[in-house]
């Protein structure tokens, strides 16, 4: 038996729906049919709280990516409401994946708790918003997911005790992540896990890993390193318009990588015995025997 937790895989969906419901719906169905992933995770902002006058009517920085006019118009596309999360939650239910969103501002969080997801996700870009997690530790149950990404270690500290002197550190996981879109391979920093579960891993209920790489490979370390919870951004199709399509894996690359994880998991274990049954066979037709 493997000492290691099973792999709980989770495809960040994010905003790659593009702001279309009926697509949404469509890259669940296929992250749970045909990846066999275990949950999907969508995002959630009030973009009037979370962004500046300034920020909301300046232009997109990346106006080939744009869904609007302005920054601000370009995030409303892109914005399901709070009754349209509840749909989406209701359909994961029916056909049996796990339901999660990142929420990023306080309103979102309320908003998203009043659902009773298994677990809210908070991105690295707002895991200083102590006021929003002060709420969420004690106004929500369950788990509290959060990356590390452009989070200096001293931040990483304050967060577990804050989340310690809350008494919920036993409900959080946090993430090892770089923050870019893609990562090179040299800025993944894989030992951070190492590092976090070292320090962290009797505080908190898990340590695991948001990537942003290309491939699949860094993710398998990931979890030998002792990372079972694997998060990485799915899209149905790479060249699709929007940030964050290029660094997402399509169909294939997530199925080929909830396959992977489950065949390393089931190989992570000691032998039984010394000789097992399937070796036994060969012992006898191939081991040399002194004549």
Same mark, same amino acid.
């Given at each position: 038996?493997?000492?290691?937790?099973?792999?709980?895989?989770? +495809?960040?969906?994010?905003?790659?729906?593009?702001?279309?419901?009926?697509? +949404?719906?469509?890259?669940?169905?296929?992250?749970?049919?045909?990846?066999?992933?275990?949950?999907?995770?969508?995002?959630?902002?009030?973009?009037?709280?979370?962004? /500046?006058?300034?920020?909301?009517?300046?232009?997109?920085?990346?106006?080939?990516?744009?869904?609007?006019?302005?920054?601000?118009?370009?995030? $409303?596309?892109?914005?399901?409401?709070? $009754?349209?999360?509840?749909?989406?939650?209701?359909?994961?239910?029916? *056909?049996?994946?796990?339901?999660? &969103?990142?929420?990023? %501002?306080? /309103?979102?969080?309320?908003?998203?708790?009043?659902? %009773?997801?298994?677990?809210?996700? *908070?991105?690295?870009?707002?895991?200083?918003?102590?006021?929003?997690?002060?709420? !969420?530790? $004690?106004? =929500? &149950?369950?788990? @509290?997911? @959060?990356?590390?990404?452009? &989070?200096?270690?001293?931040? *990483?500290?304050?967060?577990? +005790?804050?989340?310690?002197?809350?008494?919920?550190?036993? %409900?959080?996981?946090?993430?090892?992540?770089?923050?870019?879109?893609?990562?090179?391979? $040299?800025?993944?920093?894989?030992?951070?896990?190492?590092?976090?579960?070292?320090?962290?891993?009797?505080?908190?209920?898990?340590?695991?890993?948001?990537?942003?790489?290309?491939?699949?490979?860094?993710? @398998?370390?990931? =979890? /030998?390193?002792? #990372?079972?919870? @694997?998060?990485?951004?799915?899209?149905?199709?790479?060249?699709?318009?929007? &940030?964050?399509? +290029? #660094?997402?894996?399509?169909?294939?690359?997530?199925?080929?990588?909830?396959?992977?994880?489950?065949?390393?998991?089931?190989?992570?274990?000691?032998?039984?015995?010394?000789?097992?049954?399937?070796?036994?066979?060969?012992?006898?037709? !191939?081991?040399?025997?002194?004549?």
């Amino acid at each position: 038996m493997s000492k290691y937790p099973k792999p709980f895989v989770i +495809a960040e969906i994010g905003c790659n729906h593009k702001g279309d419901m009926e697509l +949404a719906k469509e890259l669940v169905k296929v992250a749970k049919i045909f990846c066999n992933v275990d949950a999907v995770k969508f995002q959630k902002r009030n973009n009037k709280e979370l962004l /500046t006058e300034e920020q909301y009517e300046a232009p997109h920085p990346n106006p080939v990516n744009s869904y609007g006019d302005t920054y601000g118009a370009h995030r $409303e596309f892109l914005e399901f409401s709070v $009754e349209q999360h509840a749909e989406l939650k209701s359909y994961c239910e029916e *056909i049996g994946i796990v339901y999660s &969103t990142s929420v990023w %501002d306080l /309103t979102s969080a309320r908003e998203i708790a009043s659902l %009773d997801p298994q677990f809210i996700k *908070i991105p690295s870009a707002c895991n200083n918003h102590y006021e929003m997690l002060g709420w !969420l530790c $004690e106004n =929500y &149950t369950g788990e @509290i997911h @959060i990356s590390t990404g452009m &989070t200096t270690k001293d931040e *990483i500290a304050s967060l577990v +005790a804050f989340f310690s002197e809350k008494g919920r550190n036993k %409900d959080l996981v946090l993430y090892n992540c770089t923050s870019g879109y893609p990562v090179p391979f $040299e800025d993944v920093c894989l030992l951070d896990i190492s590092l976090l579960k070292e320090k962290y891993g009797d505080k908190v209920k898990h340590v695991g890993f948001s990537g942003h790489h290309l491939g699949i490979a860094v993710d @398998i370390a990931a =979890y /030998t390193l002792g #990372a079972p919870i @694997i998060e990485r951004h799915y899209t149905l199709d790479r060249t699709w318009k929007g &940030t964050d399509h +290029a #660094a997402s894996l399509e169909p294939m690359g997530l199925r080929k990588l909830s396959r992977d994880l489950n065949a390393v998991y089931k190989a992570l274990t000691y032998k039984s015995t010394d000789v097992l049954p399937i070796e036994a066979v060969q012992r006898e037709k !191939l081991k040399y025997k002194k004549v």
